[in-house]
């Protein structure tokens, strides 16, 4: 399984960005995806689930600010972040659950990530 997040980089307070993940050795279709992040000396959390039939989850932090997708003819993930605040600034990271699971702060497996830095 190979997870490859895109589009991270710096944005000001209130911005907007929208990561990317393409995955491969692993059906999108059919499995659990999401996004955690990880914040300098804090530790990893879950940020957002969608799961293989379309249901979505999300951490009370960032409800209606940011929107997970997925193309499932690309195999791609999507996380669109919206109203971005200074603690949104994180390393952020792909993740897919291998075991059938869908559970937004126990995903088994995740990419390198993806830096978003959100500063004034």
């Known amino acids: 399984v190979r997870l490859a997040e895109e589009g991270g980089g710096p944005v000001q307070i209130g911005g907007s960005l929208r990561l990317s993940c393409a995955a491969s050795?692993?059906?999108?279709?059919?499995?659990?995806m999401g996004w955690l992040r990880q914040a300098p000396g804090k530790e990893r959390e879950g940020v957002a689930t969608?799961?293989?039939?379309?249901?979505?989850s999300y951490a009370d932090s960032v409800k209606g600010r940011f929107t997970i997708s997925k193309d499932n003819a690309k195999n791609t993930l999507y996380l669109q972040m919206n109203s971005l605040k200074p603690e949104d600034t994180a390393m952020y990271h792909c993740?897919?659950?291998?075991?059938?699971?869908?559970?937004?702060?126990?995903?088994?497996?995740w990419g390198k990530g993806t830096l978003v830095t959100i500063s004034s």
């Open positions: 050795g692993v059906t999108s279709s059919s499995v659990c």
């Open positions: 969608i799961d293989s039939d379309g249901t979505t």
């Open positions: 993740a897919v659950d291998l075991r059938g699971y869908c559970f937004l702060h126990d995903l088994d497996y």
